[in-house]
């Protein structure tokens, strides 16, 4: 099993910035890939960022070049660095992780509990 607690995220105005964590526990060592997504008011939940274990990391255009993410894998935590931020920005981010099911073969997917970011103009 592996459990996600998110923490950070708040209100800020337009050109400031956040900072976003997700803590995994349990069998971490199946963790392979980890995923930052949103959900705009009114909106679908789309991702924004992904980081592979391997170190490859992908951004949405959107927030290319202004969001960053970070795997720390001695705190068994990702953060997104969430810099130059606009209203657009707004929503519950999501972190999600993918991992192998217990025989090692398969993926299972785990999300964290979500956490409000708000930016005002």
């Known amino acids: 099993q592996v459990q996600l607690v998110q923490s950070g995220g708040g209100s800020v105005q337009a050109g400031g910035s956040l900072r976003l964590s997700c803590t995994a526990s349990g069998e971490v060592s199946r963790i392979y890939e980890a995923e930052w997504h949103r959900e705009p008011p009114g909106e679908r939940r789309e991702m924004v960022v992904n980081i592979h274990n391997s170190g490859h990391t992908q951004y949405e255009d959107a927030v290319k070049g202004r969001f960053f993410a970070a795997w720390d894998k001695a705190k068994n935590t990702v953060d997104l660095q969430m810099n130059n931020l606009t209203p657009e920005d707004t929503g519950v981010y999501f972190c999600?992780?993918?991992?192998?099911?217990?025989?090692?073969?398969?993926?299972?997917?785990?999300w964290g509990q979500g956490t409000q970011v708000a930016v005002s103009s």
């Open positions: 999600r992780i993918a991992a192998f099911r217990d025989p090692g073969l398969g993926t299972f997917y785990v």
